[in-house]
């Protein structure tokens, strides 16, 4: 007989912790993948490119970075939301349901 009051680690948790912190370790590198290239169109006034067109395309590009570095810390900090709501031990019975859906068997 098994003590259904017993917490395991929680799979889904154990998941998102792993997810949280890969995110972590490039959210750098993401949030800032378009900084080298806004700084030097500087909105089409900087030295790459210069015009009418270059100021339409700079002003574009310079939106995408601000938005790029506000999706990928936003991004982030849903994980860590959802890592902090989910319980970090459950019931082996919760255990059991939760790998079945990390594994696609149940939505």
């Known amino acids: 007989m098994t003590d259904k009051s017993k917490k395991v680690p929680s799979p889904i948790w154990q998941e998102l912790d792993a997810l949280c912190k890969e995110v972590s370790k490039d959210i750098a590198s993401v949030a800032d993948a378009l900084k080298t290239a806004d700084?030097?169109?500087?909105?089409?006034k900087g030295e790459v490119w210069v015009g009418k067109n270059a100021r339409a395309w700079g002003s574009d590009l310079h939106g995408a970075n601000t938005d790029l570095s506000k999706q990928a810390h936003g991004f982030l900090a849903d994980v860590q939301r959802e890592r902090a709501a989910h319980p970090k031990e459950?019931?082996?019975a919760e255990a059991d349901t939760e790998r079945r859906i990390l594994a696609g068997?149940?939505?």
Do not use: L, P
């Open 105 to 107: 068997r149940m939505g």
């Open 39 to 44: 700084k030097q169109m500087a909105s089409g």
């Open 90 to 92: 459950v019931t082996e």
